[in-house]
């Protein structure tokens, strides 16, 4: 693979991000190189078959993408604010959230509108708020304890409740929000529009709690599910389905380790399987941006 090491991305977006510098590798057709500076319309990539959407991957050394992260969340987060007084963001649980750790940093603790954020989980463990395996304990103790966010605008899942019970409830509140325009959505096919969501990806290629071979990953009509045997521990969990995932504005995959490598060239590698991991049905309506570290580009 040859590769050059480019300086600036100038993205040409509804909502100009500013650059972004490292590494970066851009899809076309059946290629995927690292190149010198493009243009936003220039990655557009056929990387899913119904994906024409754009489609960046960005490789970073050690702590430079938790930098590229934090910028990125932060360029988005501005953008919904000042335009729309409200930002819309989705959690995933596992190693996602210590790679938002820069966040916490100035520039962004002190200048980020966090008042103005709603966080939700794209999946969550049902399991007690309190509990080691919560998703929402992670995030909480991680990030969402440390910044001003009002209490009211973390929408964690009633933990009270079973599975089939939670993701009922959490789809029932997901539902009022839209209606009282907290929450975007598509006047086109009715799904929640987020404005970011944040994924982390499994060794096995899994999203949120969307397995590989998992009937669930076929949802259609539900905008929250749930699963009672999921292959990864905790067995019960509740979790978008892919027509809200794939509704949002922005979306970032954030995938690190070698562990991780053998699904990232299944997904993204010149010849990718003919049977898709949930990562490979992650093909949002707005932008998709693979963060990796060199571990998990390892097999590109
Ligand atoms: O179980 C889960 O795993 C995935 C991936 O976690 P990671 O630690 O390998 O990054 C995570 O995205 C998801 O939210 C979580 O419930």
Redesign the pocket.
Known sequence: MAYTQSTHLSYNLRFPLASLSSRILHRSSSNLFFSRPLTFQALKSSMADTNTNNVAVQVFEKDDLAVSLAKYVADVSNNFTSQRGAFTVCL?????INYLRKLLEPPYVDTLEWSKWHVFW????VVPKTHQDS?YKLAFDGLLSKVPIPSGNIYAINDTLPAEGAADDYETYIRHLVKNNVIVSSPANGFPKFDLML?????DG????LFPGHPLVEEKQRWVTYITDSP?PPPE?ITFTFPVINNSAYTAL??TGKG?ADAVHSVLGKSQNSVKLPAGLVSPEGELKWFLDKGAASKL
């Open positions: 995933s649980g596992g190693s996602l794209v999946d969550e463990r998703n994924l982390g990806m499994g060794p899994h999203v949120a709690s990864k969990r954030v995938v991780k």
